[in-house]
Each structure stands twice: as structure tokens, then as C-alpha cells.
């Protein structure tokens, strides 16, 4: 027998978590909108409610930095040492040795290809003119590295012995690797002085955690087999360690070799807008500063080269290789030093090499005469990508709408009639089992409407409340809303949403154009062999040279800098879309085939479904390469935290720095972990 309890039944029965979660925040978000005129507290965070927690955490820092600032000055004493060592061993050494040697290293590892890079790599700084800087780059790196190998291997293995610590070590390098670079550079000017010691620590300690974690990776993965073999022969434990264990997970550690080395790289780079030190960083700074595009570039080229050819060499180290006549690599050395011993007296200074200041000014002339040109388009395709797109998503419709841009005023009609489409729409989703996406529809309106830079607070809580609901329980939640609220608390609400604002228009163009893009090498290898060397090429590039081909066509604002994020956040879309279309099982695709299914019928049923946890990954990994690079676009224009932590720097401000640093950390754990939680979720579903 019915009763009149089970329609409120199977209604219940129909809301879907992501459904309650989602009609929670739509609530929340109409009493907002209702009642923000009549109660300014409810879209504005008040100011009498903010804790002076920037002034509390510079005070804290501060007195803390000072207590172990004698330690820290004697610790930075004892690294010039070797510093300098390793100046003087590679500005002394004569050019023709370093070459060779580079030559001979590319054979040792991999033969005749990767020969002929150290040897193009080399010849081609030599020739751009920067190579004493290049010298001290390559010095910096050369004792940052050691130092995070050392630390990072020593975090790993302790984590691997004491399993009680493990939660808290990987929680440690998240939030090293979340907390953005510049970050790092605050506090540590402080207790280490002006110079290039600090770029070398900071960049020890970024580098550290990508050596920990594949460290920890490795030794997880040693078979049991091989661990029961070493308990067995009667070794200590150090014994079992060093030379059983480590050993077998020699290839996964190699990879952390690898990541480490390019991390430091980039660290570098990024150290020297602190200046002091006459490094090729620094000249990419300058040389953008005075807007001398044609040198940036070849300086940028030169960070390029040093990185690919420290790619592919680290890489292939982790490679099971076949081995090359060890006799060649001497031959190339012993030409190298007859070579120098020959040419002693000639030997021109490196530099007088001045053989690519044609190209730089030829590119500087092209671009003036390109700018000069194409101006008026230039300057149209900025104007619109702000005017309609970026501009209406950070203030919303109802402030970026207005006569001189679009042509009309928005006006409080079409807010009501615009709302009125977006409940009609979600009303029809419902009515076809589709609460869940109706109601994401208006909140997806309401938010366009608003603008992301405007959103109240209570309705940015409540949302992310939910999602984190949705993805991993009640108790990622609590977290993600306490989080939230520190930032709150903190005064940097305001940036926070701006940081949020570019960096999710990035991601949402990242995830557009990147899943295009990686669908399109998953269906044509001819795609693939196009797209894959340009991705190897955008992966091996510091961050830094993102900003220079920006600035050279669009100068300083935000929309170079949303270009700059999307260049360096596209790549992981790419690869794991393509990784996660071409890993379907066999059997299943040919099921779909035998059903009659077409080619993109199978694409969109078979393929898109069991891709979709490997493409979540993707969006995970371009979220948290759109924080990365936010900070560094703040040198080009960009408001919000990034340009905190910037300001902070040149004002050696501990306290915003370490609390914009933080908060842009909060933002981009909340990300991440609700990207992982829903790709688990899909895993689960799929039975992976």
C-alpha cells in the first residue's frame, strides 16, 4: 500500500550527495544575495573581524629568524666555501674542456644522440655570450643539488624506517612543494644575508622533496622477495639498507635524481630577482626590465638549453641502458685537452663570442617592426580576452558589462531575467534526473553573474564545505573550512579570491584547450609525434622564460600573465588526457566494436569513462602548475597573493610573506585533494 510518505521517500532517495551538496550551496548562495544589501557583512569580510595574524606571524618569524641567525650566518659562511670553489673550478676551466667533457658525458650516457646535445648544448652558450654567467648558474646548481640529494635521501629513508612519521613527512612535502617559491626567499634573505647563498639554499630546499618522495617510492616498492633474501643472509639493518634495498630501487631513485636536478635549476632562476650575483637568472631579469626582448630571449635559450641538456642526460641515467665503448669518451676528452694545450695562447675569451647578437637584434627589430605592424590587432585580442572573458569572470557581468566595452549597461533586469533562464534551465536537468548538474547550473550564473573576486565569504565556505564533502567525507571538510577561515582571519580573503580568479581561468582554458589537444594525439599518432617533442620542450622550461615571449607581444598586465600560466599548465592536460584515451583494455574497445559502436560513439562511452580518473590527474597536476607559476607571473602585473609574497620580498616583510605564502598553499591543498578524492572516486566506480 502507498502512503503519502514515499514521494518525500524516493525524493530523498534522489539526492545524490553531490546533489545535497549542491542544494546546500545554492542556498546558501540565494540568502546571500537576498540579504547582502540590507547586511554588507554577508559579501564583505569585516575588517573589525580580521586578527592582525600577518603582524603576529612577522613578529613570531622575525624573533624565531633572529634567535638562529648567528647559526644560520656561520652556515652560509661554510657553503660560500665550496660555492666559491665551484666558481673558480668552472670560470677557470678553459672553455674547450668543459665542451668535451660535456661531449664525452653525452656518449658515456647515451651515445652518439645524446653526444651531439652536450656538444650543441655547450657550443650554443658559448656562442650566445653569457658564459661566465652560465659558469654560475651551473655553480649554484652543482652545490644545491648535493645538499637536496643529502637531504631529501635522508628525509626518505627515515620515512621508510619509522613508519609513524610517514603521514606526517608526506604532509611536510606537500606543503613544501605547495607554498610558492618566492615564498622561500623571505625568511631566508633574512637569516642568510644578501647573495647568492640564498638562491643556493632555497633552492636545496625545493628541491629536497621530489627526492624524498621517490626515495620513499622506490624502497616501498622493493620486492618482498628481495627483502626476506636480505633478512636472511644475516645483514644488519644498515646492511639490508644500503646494500640490498637502495640498490633495487636504484632506477626510481635515479627519477628523483632527475626531478631534483631541474627543480634546482628553476629555484635558481627564480633566486635571482633577489640579484647579487651575475647569473644568467639575472640576466634574463634585466634584460626584460629595460625590455630588451632580443637578449631576454637568447638569455632565456641558454636556461633552456642548460635544462634540457640536464634532462636528458639525468633521465637516461634512470634508464635501463646499454653500455657505450668507455675508450670514445676518453678519445673526446683527450681531443679536448690537445685541443686546449694546442690552442693554449688562442684561446679567445668566451666573452668576446659574440656570434648571436645578430639574432638578438634581428629578433628585437623583427618585434618592433611586428609591434608596430600589428599593433592594433595586438592590442584588440588583449582588449577582448579581458573585456569579454577574464573581466566579467573576476568582477562579474554586472560591473565589467558596460557601454564603452560591450556596448550597453547591464542593468538589474538582466541579472533577474538572466537568473530566471538559469532556474528554468536547471527546473529542465531536474525534471530529467539531472538535479545535480541543474543546480551546478546556477551556481556556475550565479558565480558569472557576481564575479569570482566579488563572491561573499559564507558562499565560498559553504562551497568548498560541500565539494570537499563530496570528495573525501566530513572530516577533509572540517579541514578545508578551517583552512579557509585562517585565510579569513588573516585579511587575505580579498587576494586569495584574485589568485583564485586567474588561476581557475588558466585551469578552465588549460582544461579546454589541453583536453582538445590531448584527445586529438590519442586518436592520430601523426598528432602525437607533432605535439610530444613541444611537450618535452614546455617541461624542461623554467618557469621564469614563460614571461619572456608574453612581454614580448603583449607587455606587462594580466593577460600576459594568464598566457604565461596557461603555457606552463597546458602540458600534464595534454599527456594524461592522451595517457588515460589510449589505456583502455583491448577487450573492452573491441566489445564497443562488436556492438556496432562508432569510432567517437566508442571514444564517448568506452574510452572518456575509463580515462576519466588518469585525466583528473591531469587537472590535479595543472592546478598545482597554475599556483606555481601565479607568483611568478606577479612580476608581469598580476594582483592577489602572488603579488603579496613579490611585495613582501622587496620589503623583506617575514610576515606577508610566510602568510600569503601560506594562504596560496591552502588554496592549492583544498585543490588538490578534492581533484585526488574525486579521481578516486571514479577509480572505485570503474573497479581499478
Known amino acids: 500500500m502507498t502512503t503519502a510518505a514515499d514521494p518525500v521517500s524516493a525524493a530523498r532517495a534522489r539526492l545524490t550527495p553531490g546533489a545535497q551538496a549542491a542544494l546546500v550551496t545554492v542556498l546558501v548562495g540565494c540568502v546571500c544575495l537576498l540579504l547582502g544589501p540590507n547586511l554588507p557583512w554577508l559579501t564583505a569580510w569585516p575588517a573589525a573581524w580580521t586578527a592582525p595574524a600577518t603582524q603576529w606571524v612577522g613578529v613570531g618569524a622575525e624573533w624565531f629568524l633572529n634567535a638562529i641567525k648567528p647559526a644560520a650566518r656561520g652556515f652560509s659562511e661554510v657553503l660560500r666555501f665550496p660555492m666559491d670553489w665551484a666558481n673558480f673550478v668552472l670560470g677557470a676551466t678553459p672553455w674547450p674542456l668543459l665542451v668535451g667533457g660535456a661531449t664525452a658525458l653525452g656518449w658515456a650516457i647515451g651515445g652518439v644522440r645524446m653526444a651531439m646535445l652536450g656538444f650543441a648544448g655547450l657550443s650554443f652558450v658559448l656562442a650566445s655570450g653569457y658564459w661566465a654567467q652560465s659558469m654560475n648558474t651551473l655553480a649554484l646548481v652543482a652545490v644545491s643539488v648535493p645538499l637536496a640529494l643529502l637531504l631529501g635521501g635522508a628525509i626518505g629513508i627515515l620515512a621508510n624506517e619509522f613508519t609513524r612519521i610517514r603521514g606526517a613527512v608526506q604532509a611536510m612535502l606537500d606543503v613544501m612543494q605547495t607554498v610558492p617559491t618566492f615564498a622561500y626567499l623571505t625568511p631566508l634573505l633574512l637569516l642568510f644575508g644578501f647573495g647568492p647563498v640564498v638562491g643556493l639554499i632555497a633552492s636545496a630546499i625545493y628541491a629536497a622533496p621530489p627526492m624524498a618522495r621517490n626515495v620513499m617510492l622506490g624502497l616501498e616498492r622493493v620486492d618482498a622477495e628481495i627483502k626476506e633474501a636480505a633478512v636472511m643472509s644475516g645483514g644488519t639493518r644498515l646492511q639490508q639498507l644500503f646494500q640490498v634495498e637502495i640498490p633495487s630501487a636504484a632506477s626510481q631513485i635515479m627519477v628523483g635524481v632527475n626531478q631534483c636536478l631541474m627543480a634546482a635549476l628553476s629555484m635558481v632562476i627564480i633566486a635571482a630577482v633577489i640579484g647579487g650575483f651575475d647569473d644568467i637568472g639575472w640576466e634574463v631579469l634585466l634584460t626584460m626590465r629595460k625590455a630588451q626582448f632580443g637578449q631576454s630571449l637568447l638569455a632565456g635559450l641558454v636556461i633552456v638549453a642548460f635544462a634540457v641538456i640536464i634532462d636528458r642526460m639525468s633521465a637516461a641515467l634512470a634508464l635501463e641502458r646499454r653500455r657505450y665503448d668507455p675508450r670514445v669518451a676518453y678519445s673526446l676528452i683527450g681531443l679536448a685537452v690537445v685541443f686546449t694545450v694546442v690552442f693554449w695562447s688562442h684561446l679567445p675569451d668566451p666573452a668576446t663570442f659574440t656570434l648571436l647578437d645578430p639574432l638578438a637584434a634581428a629578433v628585437d627589430h623583427g618585434l618592433g617592426a611586428f609591434t608596430a605592424d600589428n ?16 573581466l566579467p569572470l573576476k568582477i562579474g557581468l554586472d560591473d565589467a558589462v558596460l557601454d564603452f566595452t560591450w556596448g550597453f549597461q547591464w542593468t538589474a533586469a538582466m541579472s533577474l531575467a538572466l ?29 558569472l553573474e557576481t564575479g569570482i573576486a566579488n563572491l561573499p565569504w559564507p558562499f565560498v565556505l559553504t562551497a568548498t564545505a560541500a565539494l570537499a564533502w563530496v570528495a573525501q567525507g566530513r572530516g577533509f571538510a572540517a579541514i578545508a573550512t578551517g583552512l579557509l577561515l585562517t585565510i579569513l582571519l588573516s585579511g587575505l580573503f580579498e587576494r586569495a579570491l584574485l589568485s583564485l580568479y586567474l588561476s581557475g581561468a588558466a585551469v578552465f582554458a588549460c582544461a579546454l584547450v589541453g583536453g582538445c589537444i590531448g584527445l586529438l594525439c590519442a586518436v592520430s599518432p601523426l598528432a602525437w609525434r607533432i605535439m610530444r617533442p613541444i611537450c618535452d620542450m614546455l617541461q624542461t622550461i623554467p618557469l621564469f622564460v614563460f614571461l619572456i615571449p608574453v612581454l614580448m607581444f603583449f607587455q606587462i598586465g594580466e593577460f600576459s600573465a594568464f598566457l604565461a600560466i596557461c603555457l606552463y599548465a597546458v602540458v600534464p592536460m595534454i599527456r594524461y588526457t592522451r595517457h588515460g584515451l589510449i589505456s583502455t583494455p583491448g577487450e573492452m574497445i573491441e566489445a564497443a566494436t562488436a556492438s556496432g559502436a562508432t569510432t567517437w560513439q566508442t571514444m564517448r562511452d568506452v574510452r572518456a569513462p575509463y580515462a576519466a580518473p588518469t585525466i583528473l590527474l591531469g587537472l590535479n597536476q595543472t592546478i598545482l602548475y597554475a599556483f606555481a607559476m601565479l607568483v611568478i607571473a606577479a612580476l608581469i602585473g598580476t594582483t592577489g597573493l602572488g603579488q603579496s609574497i613579490y611585495l613582501a620580498l622587496g620589503q623583506a616583510d617575514v610576515g606577508l610573506g610566510l602568510s600569503a605564502g601560506a594562504s596560496m598553499a591552502v588554496l592549492a591543498l583544498i585543490a588538490d585533494r578534492l581533484v585526488q578524492g574525486f579521481a578516486e572516486e571514479r577509480r572505485r566506480a570503474l573497479g581499478l
Open 419 to 447: 537568473y530566471a533562464l538559469a532556474l528554468v534551465a536547471g527546473l529542465l536537468l531536474a525534471l530529467r534526473e539531472r538535479l545535480t548538474g541543474g543546480l551546478l547550473l546556477v551556481i556556475a550564473v550565479g558565480m
Open 375 to 390: 599593433g592594433a590587432r595586438l592590442d584588440a585580442i588583449k582588449n577582448g580576452a579581458m573585456f569579454y572573458g577574464l
